[in-house]
């Protein structure tokens, strides 16, 4: 899994970070400082960066950005955001909807009348990938992929409209 972010938001994302991270070292330097004999050299030299994050010349908002990308490559490894496969994955892996799956469906009023002779048909059908079930609702003009059967059926009304003719 990946966080799925845009550039633009990644570097923002990255500047709240590193802003977060010279709060944090200010903090733990002042404490340092307070609590435990250090020389004056370096008291004076940590002195010089107990600044707000956008006084700091760029050489020290680049040490701060270091860190702040490393924090974010940990939030990258483990994910927040699933991301789903595309369609075309989704529809080479289509597997039938269990009963019960499909009572839900039905019973929620996500249909389609594409049944012989225009029968109430599910709105929402599923695809197994690498042993991962996918649930889809979709028209010709749009369609949108959830890794819950009740997230589909949500999305049903939103797809929905995309069928309709004006």
């Not at 019960?100 to 594409?114: D, L, P, S």
Request: hydrophobic share 30%; aromatic share 10%.
């Amino acid at each position: 899994m990946k966080i799925i972010i845009s550039e633009n938001k990644k570097q923002k994302l990255i500047e709240e970070l590193s802003r977060l991270e010279h709060e944090q070292w200010e903090e733990w330097s002042k404490d340092i400082a307070e609590k435990e004999d250090i020389s004056k050299e370096r008291l004076n030299r940590w002195k010089k960066y107990w600044v707000d994050y956008n006084r700091l010349d760029d050489k020290e908002k680049n040490d701060d950005r270091e860190w702040a990308e490393r924090a974010l490559s940990i939030f990258e490894k483990y994910g927040s955001k699933k991301e789903h496969p595309k369609y075309d994955t989704l529809e080479k892996n289509k597997v039938p909807l269990t009963d019960e799956e499909r009572k839900e469906v039905m019973g929620r009023g996500a249909i389609w009348h594409h049944g012989p002779g225009g029968a109430p048909s599910p709105a929402v059908w599923k695809a197994d990938v690498d042993g991962k079930n996918w649930y889809i609702c979709n028209t010709h003009r749009a369609w949108r992929c959830k890794p819950t059967l009740k997230g589909a059926i949500n999305d049903y009304d939103f797809i929905e409209t995309t069928a309709q003719r004006k």
